[in-house]
């Protein structure tokens, strides 16, 4: 769905029950050049209740092909971050859009996380929010 001109926003997961994932879970395929001309890519997480000792993985991939090796961009830890005490905040991982493919990923580890959403926008911009909503838990930018 395209919302105006400088922003496409696509809400690829709504409510996620909590669980443990036994392995990555990787989004669909992005071809950015079917969309439109996009300087950046943001993936939004929406954390809904995290479990005491809870881990979460997430990253912005990318490839030159559908089928490629996607590379991650810029996420959190890839053993994933202690997300304990950051029930119903946000996790904004914010990245330049070079390649031709982007997907999400994300693997939930050690306790139950629930995820409220995962949305991609992709956007033209030279200027970053300098501040975002406390509710932002942690911000990438790269």
Known sequence: MQISRIVWHKKFQGNTAAGIDDTPVNGEALDLTALGTFSRARLIIELGAVTESGK?????????????????????????????GKSDTSIVIDVPAVKRFLRYAYQRSAANIELDSVTIELYSSTVAPVRQSVSVWREIIR
Do not use: I, K, R, Y
């Open 56 to 84: 979460l993985m997430a990253a912005l991939q990318e490839s030159e092909s559908e089928g490629g090796e996607f590379t991650n961009v810029a996420g959190l830890e890839e053993t994933g971050e202690d997300v304990t």
